[in-house]
């Protein structure tokens, strides 16, 4: 099993960026999938989730209305589309993923529930 995290960068206040993370070695369809993120000095945070096999999601108050989450099953990755960036998003992101027989979806944004966990990709937005 294996997360592929990609599409960070550096922006400014304002901007978007568009994070994937593509899985292999299972399927979107039982699994759900989320991403945390954790700047330098702070625990990591769950930001969104979203289950492989009826879509529905899970988001952060602080990203609500700036952040989406979506899944494409046939390309095994899910995507994080983020809008209207702020400097207090900047972190790294990672993507996660937990079988849905053993998830908790009460405490979605905990990360030790989490089994597998991609390599993080970067996100910086500047003032």
């Not at 993923?97 to 053993?102: G, I, K, M, S, Y």
């Not at 089994?115 to 996100?123: A, E, H, L, P």
Request: with cysteine.
């Amino acid at each position: 099993v294996q997360l592929q995290a990609s599409g960070g960068g550096l922006v400014q206040t304002g901007g978007s960026l568009r994070l994937s993370c593509t899985a292999s070695g299972f399927t979107l369809d039982y699994y759900s999938m989320c991403w945390f993120r954790q700047a330098p000095g702070k625990e990591r945070e769950g930001v969104s989730c979203i289950v492989g096999s009826d879509g529905t999601t899970y988001y952060a108050e602080s990203v609500k209305g700036r952040f989406t989450i979506s899944r494409d099953n046939a390309k095994n990755t899910v995507y994080l589309q983020m809008n209207s960036l702020k400097p207090v998003d900047t972190a790294g992101y990672y993507c996660a993923a937990d079988q849905l027989d053993e998830w908790n979806g009460n405490m979605w944004y905990v990360p030790t529930q989490y089994n597998y966990w991609g390599q993080g990709t970067q996100v910086t937005v500047s003032s």
